[in-house]
């Protein structure tokens, strides 16, 4: 029986633009393919790293990518908008997809428990999740700049589990990433990744390409696979 569901935010429950595109566009939009790459590459090669000497927020890392990018295209370094842009990007910019009100709801109406499971910065994402209104649906929330790592690191991994109860099958983690996927691998629970362009590039327990197909998945019993993972 299922009895609490983590969710993951961006790409989950909440569409909002790729920050390092949108920055590596306003840096060069002529060569935007190249320097977003770059910068990706930057960004993950410091965000993957579970030993790197110093965390850093979302924030700092996209700045640092920025800075690195400006010096290797020989381009104006904008490090100093990257706060604003990441805001607006969240704030202004980014919405709710269509399903997730109803799911939050016909979830909490079932009694299950909705634990918050996010790579971001708590100032923003907080805000963002208070406007749309759906901030209290979830009893806890683990956020990596509160925890000082991301997912699927060892130390946000024992941060979720302290806020999860028995069994661990009766857990689902709803995300859109390998990311997701190996975060409730981890944790023992069962993965649940979500496309809603059915364009899945990564296998896990579930894969879905909408919420409402969450409820199906709760009132099928199922083989616990997640459980069989470290």
């Known amino acids: 029986m299922i009895h609490t569901v983590l969710f993951d935010i961006g790409g989950t429950l909440v569409h909002g633009k790729s920050s390092l595109i949108g920055l590596a566009e306003q840096m060069d939009s002529s060569r935007i393919d190249h320097i977003s790459r770059y910068m990706i590459d930057t960004f993950m090669a410091i965000y993957r790293d579970e030993n790197y000497p110093r965390f850093h927020t979302i924030k700092e890392l996209l700045a640092i990518s920025v800075r690195k990018a400006a010096e290797k295209f020989d381009l104006p370094d904008i490090s100093d908008q990257v706060e604003r842009f990441y805001r607006r990007n969240h704030l202004e910019e980014g919405y709710l997809y269509d399903d997730t009100v109803t799911v939050l709801k016909e979830l909490k109406n079932r009694g299950i428990r909705m634990i918050l499971v996010s790579d971001a910065d708590a100032d923003v994402l907080v805000e963002q999740l208070e406007n749309f209104g759906i901030l209290d649906f979830f009893e806890a929330r683990v956020i990596s700049s509160h925890v000082g790592s991301y997912k699927p690191s060892r130390r946000t991994v024992a941060e979720v589990r302290r806020h999860c109860r028995k069994p661990l099958d009766g857990i689902l983690f709803v995300g859109d990433t390998r990311v997701d996927v190996r975060t409730a691998q981890r944790l023992g629970v069962v993965s649940v990744l979500i496309n809603r362009d059915g364009d899945f590039r990564h ?28």
């Not at 099928?220 to 696979?225: A, L, Q, V």
């Open 203 to 230: 296998e896990a327990d579930h894969r879905i390409t909408g919420l409402s197909e969450l409820l199906d998945i709760i009132e099928t019993p199922h083989e616990n696979r997640g459980l069989n993972h470290k």
